[in-house]
């Protein structure tokens, strides 16, 4: 708003009335205008411009302070003036949690280092560290004021006892890792009941498993390669931590014998974190993250999280050559026998980087798989079909296309598990998403929900076409006969997107309709239409 008014200003004090000299007109309209930005020097008016037109002259300077008005970022007297006075900001950070953050030397390095020279440029301040030697060290710094803020930190019921935060600027998944021998037994955290997992001594999971699966032995552990590690010897029958850093350590300790099981409900969101007694902070803070750039984040990203792969020279081998050079001289013979056995060898050297490359690329994909879908279905897990409906929603505000939420859940399914077992209870569930896939278009969306509750997105599609879509799914299940496994029926609750709705209102009508469905026995649609009539 004051860039606009300056500049409607800047346009006025070019456009002068007639005969009016230069001077006159320029030196109280510049010197008031302009002189918090340009100083002294516009406080009388060069000789140099005298035979300038005013509009000319006017334009030129007004210009200048636009481009240097619009660089600056718009904090307000108040935060200049704290700023000022702190003169330094502190922060302290993990010591051991790379690639996020580390202590190396005393030096801080990771991603987090990045961030703050970014935040130090845009504050024009400088960040100083408050080195310590473990993370319960550096929460408890903060909690005591004797550093300004932590960089990189999620947000508990714990630490907002003495912490405020940011917006989340950076996510990742977190994972849950077992042994290669335990993949078959070890499927997700219900699967750990009166068994041991491996949580970092102070980090978010561990507050969150605490409360929520009372059921499972926490093992602490100082960080996550230590806890990667006991779950490698078999200390421990699983780890729980970052997808970006136990890929890391798997990838350089060579933990071939460990396994990312499945995802975690919740991951890391990662925020800026200040002293609760320090507002004034978080809010200079959080314009800062706001003028954050798509390639700031990227650059970041890349800088610590490189993919390629890392050889170690073998020495050994140049001496080889060199011998074999030096028989070439000698003997022509066994220059052709040395020349062969030396191509022989790097053939094969050659080959195993191609294989550990395409093992490498095989693991990045599971991993990205693993980060997406549903373990047991294969389909689209809860945090993926969120993000695609969030496409599809500002996809929507531009085009306004019919666009169609399908709930569907399965009729008497914890029957079906007490009467037959949870395996048959598994491969029901299997079999239906695959119905599912088989049903709808490749332009739909299908997604595990949650239990034996799924959806569908379906985009250019309406109330009518999307019934004819539920009944062609009640259709192909009555067709599916298995020996051994009962017939599995499903009812059906569909809700086309209005243009005042969020996802959390389209969800809960079309979750009514599957209400209605469900009270009328199942093995049927509702509509919202037909729910809202009765």
């Known amino acids: 708003m004051k860039i606009r008014a300056f500049f409607l200003l800047c346009v006025a004090a070019a456009t002068p009335p007639p005969n009016m000299p230069i001077a006159s007109i320029l ?14 020097t516009v406080s009388s008016i060069s000789p140099r411009f005298q035979n300038l037109t005013l509009a000319s002259l006017s ?43 580390a202590i190396k030397n ?43 803020l932590i960089p990189m930190l999620n947000r508990t019921e714990e630490r907002e006892a003495y912490a405020k935060f940011s917006e989340v600027y950076l996510t990742d998944p977190n994972v849950l890792v077992v042994r290669n021998s335990q993949m078959s037994s070890i499927k997700s955290l219900s699967d750990l009941r009166g068994k041991s997992l491996a949580v970092i001594d102070g980090y978010m999971q561990e ?43 798997i990838q350089n300790a060579g933990l071939s014998n460990l396994h990312i099981a499945t995802d975690l409900p919740q991951g890391d969101e990662l925020r800026l974190a200040v002293n609760k007694n320090n507002p004034e902070l978080l809010a200079i803070l959080e314009l800062a993250i706001d003028n954050f750039s798509y390639q700031d984040h990227s650059r970041i990203y890349s800088n610590w999280n490189p993919i390629g792969i890392t050889a170690k020279t073998d020495y050994s081998l140049t001496w080889k050559v060199g011998l074999a050079l030096l028989l070439i001289l000698l003997l022509l013979f ?81 029957s079906i598990n007490d009467q037959y077992g949870h395996n048959i209870g598994d491969s029901i569930l299997k079999t239906f998403a695959a119905t599912l896939i088989n049903v709808v278009r490749e332009t739909d969306f299908c997604a595990r929900w949650g239990g034996e509750e799924f959806i569908i997105v379906s985009s250019n599609t309406d109330t009518a076409s999307a019934s004819i879509l539920a009944e ?63």
């Open 334 to 414: 066994e220059r052709y026998r040395t020349s062969k056995k030396t191509n022989s060898l790097l053939l094969e050297k050659n080959m195993e980087l191609k294989a550990v490359h395409a093992q490498l690329s095989i693991q990045h994909k599971h991993l990205l798989h693993l980060a997406t879908h549903d373990n047991l279905t294969g389909l689209l897990n809860r945090k993926s079909i969120l993000e695609h409906i969030e496409k599809e929603l500002i996809r929507w505000r531009r085009q306004e296309f019919p666009l169609t939420l399908l709930v569907l859940d399965l009729d008497k399914f914890k």
């Open 207 to 249: 507050e969150n498993l605490r409360n929520a699966h009372p059921e499972i032995a926490l093992v602490r552990v100082a960080s996550e390669l230590a806890g990667l590690m006991r779950v490698s010897s078999g200390d421990v029958d699983a780890v729980a931590g970052s997808l970006l850093a136990v890929t890391r350590h």
């Open 27 to 40: 030196k109280p309209i510049i010197t008031a205008a302009h002189r918090p930005l340009l100083g002294s």
């Open 472 to 534: 062609r799914i009640h259709k192909k299940l009555e067709t599916i006969t298995k020996p051994g496994t009962p017939v599995a029926h499903c009812s059906i609750g569909i809700a086309q997107y209005r243009q005042a709705d969020d996802f959390e209102q389209w969800f809960e009508r079309a979750d009514k309709a599957l209400y209605r469905a469900k009270m009328r026995g199942g093995k049927c649609t509702v509509t919202e239409a037909e729910n809202s009539k009765e």
């Open 59 to 101: 334009v030129y300077l007004c210009a200048l302070t636009f481009s240097a008005q619009a660089s600056l970022l718009a904090l307000t007297p108040a935060q200049h003036a704290y700023l000022a006075s702190k003169k330094q900001l502190t922060y302290c950070v993990d010591p051991n949690w790379m690639p996020f953050e």
């Open 106 to 148: 005393g030096v801080h390095i990771g991603m987090s280092k990045d961030y703050v020279e970014l935040l130090s440029t845009s504050l024009e301040i400088p960040f100083v560290l408050v080195p310590t030697s473990r993370w319960r060290q550096t929460l408890d710094y903060l909690d005591q004021g004797r550093c300004d």
